[in-house]
């Protein structure tokens, strides 16, 4: 068994965990603002983009935990890049808004957990042997 197994495992079951929550979430909170909401064509094209966006990351984040819950006691290029875009992409969305509460600061430092451990894992599975 590779050292970064269990890293890469725990860290691909809590992406999934997190990106199935987070597509039912927003899933709900778009189906309850269509019912109050009548956008123009400007806004309305503005609102399908960032829906397209937000669902296509979080359903990158079942992709990568699927895949490395797959990969994880082998070495895998795919499994060290995925956690690699996971864990930047969270890390620069952290320093992205200047004007963040205590609060905020705080969920995005948290939000870096979970990508880390999987990024983690997946390093420790191509630097080390059996």
């Not at 895949?67 to 006691?73: M, S, W």
């Not at 004007?99 to 600061?105: F, I, L, N, R, Y």
């Not at 894992?121 to 630097?127: I, K, S, Y």
Request: glycine content about 8%; proline content about 2%.
């Amino acid at each position: 068994m590779l050292k970064g197994t269990k890293f890469l495992r725990v860290g691909a079951v809590l992406e999934i965990i997190i990106g199935a929550v987070s597509l039912l979430a927003v899933w709900g909170i778009l189906d309850a603002a269509t019912e109050t909401f009548v956008p123009n064509e400007t806004v309305g094209a503005n609102v399908l983009l960032s829906a397209v966006a937000v669902y296509g990351i979080h359903i990158f984040e079942v992709v990568a935990g699927l895949f490395g819950l797959v990969r994880t006691n082998h070495k895998s290029y795919v499994a060290l890049l995925f956690g690699a875009v996971l864990f930047f992409s969270n890390f620069a969305q952290f320093f992205m808004y200047e004007s963040a509460s205590v609060m905020e600061t705080a969920i995005h430092a948290i939000s870096l957990v979970v990508p880390y451990i999987y990024f983690q894992g997946a390093v420790m599975n191509m630097m080390r042997s059996k």
